[in-house]
């Protein structure tokens, strides 16, 4: 069983930047593709950005220019840069990781941002 553990959430003003981290506790280069997702309070779970093994980057419309996601095979990470943050981003933010037999999710970490 492939465990997820976020890191790096918390409370930020508007236009500030936040760096969240998600280690896997098992190499990561054998997932399809690694992504973060978001879930305000009322509202569904969206994907946020994703990247492939091979560095292809997606990103949600409303993120874009703002947030960057990257990975670290060394490390077995995949982390997600947040800039200019406003009162919208906030939300539970989980990563998620797919391979060819399953899903797998972090339990979540808060972001909120203040106006």
């Known amino acids: 069983q492939v465990q997820l553990v976020e890191s790096g959430g918390g409370w930020v003003q508007a236009g500030g930047s936040l760096r969240l981290s998600c280690a896997a506790s098992?190499?990561?280069?054998?997932?399809?593709?690694m992504a973060w997702y978001r879930q305000a309070p009322g509202k569904q779970r969206d994907m946020v950005a994703s990247?492939?093994?091979?560095?292809?980057?997606n990103y949600a419309d409303s993120v874009k220019g703002r947030f960057t996601i990257s990975r670290d095979f060394a490390k077995n990470t995949w982390s997600l840069q947040m800039n200019s943050l406003n009162p919208e981003d906030t939300a539970v933010y989980y990563c998620?990781?797919?391979?060819?037999?399953?899903?797998?999710w972090g339990q979540g970490t808060q972001v909120t941002v203040s106006s």
């Open positions: 998620a990781a797919q391979s060819p037999s399953s899903d797998y």
């Open positions: 098992r190499t990561i280069i054998s997932f399809d593709s």
């Open positions: 990247i492939s093994p091979t560095g292809i980057t």
